[in-house]
C-alpha cells in the first residue's frame, strides 16, 4: 500500500521550467530519503536531487546544481522538484523514491538503495 504519484511533467522550451510533484499514500515522508531519478531512452537511471526528511538536507547531481530545487512539505506529504533554465538533456522520464522506512542518508548514486518508487512522469525540453 506504499505508493507514489508523480504528476507535473509535459513539454517545456530550453530554459523553461517545470515543477514536479511527488504524492506519497500509504506513509509519511518524514525519516525518510527522497530521490528524484530520471531515464532517457536507452540510458540509465540518474540521480538527479535527494532530500533527506529527517535533517531536510539536500543533494543534487553536478549537471542540475544551481538549476533544480528540491523541497517537500510534510504536511502535505509531498515532494516537489522545481526545474529552472531547463536543457534538452533534462528530457526523460522522472521518477520519485524511497528508502526504507529510517533510512535517511540520500546516497544518490547507488540506485539499489532505493526500494519504493512512483510510475514516472515525462518531461521533454524541446523548441
Known amino acids: 500500500h506504499l505508493e507514489f504519484v508523480e504528476s507535473g511533467g509535459g513539454l517545456a522550451q530550453p530554459g523553461g521550467s517545470l515543477r514536479l510533484s511527488c504524492a506519497a499514500s500509504?506513509?509519511?515522508?518524514?525519516?525518510?530519503?527522497i530521490a528524484w531519478f530520471r531515464q532517457a531512452p536507452g540510458q540509465e537511471h540518474e540521480g538527479v536531487s535527494c532530500i533527506s526528511t529527517s535533517d531536510n538536507d539536500t543533494y543534487y547531481a553536478d549537471s542540475v546544481k544551481g538549476r533544480f530545487t528540491i523541497s517537500s512539505d510534510i504536511s502535505k506529504n509531498t515532494v516537489f522538484l522545481q526545474m529552472n533554465s531547463l536543457k534538452p538533456e533534462d528530457s526523460g522520464v522522472y521518477y520519485c523514491?524511497?528508502?526504507?522506512?529510517?533510512?535517511?542518508?540520500?546516497?544518490?548514486?547507488?540506485?539499489?538503495?532505493?526500494?519504493?518508487w512512483g510510475q514516472g512522469t515525462q518531461v521533454t525540453v524541446s523548441s
Open positions: 500509504g506513509f509519511t515522508l518524514n525519516n525518510h530519503a
Open positions: 523514491a524511497a528508502r526504507e522506512p529510517g533510512l535517511t542518508s540520500c546516497l544518490l548514486t547507488i540506485v539499489t538503495f532505493f526500494e519504493t
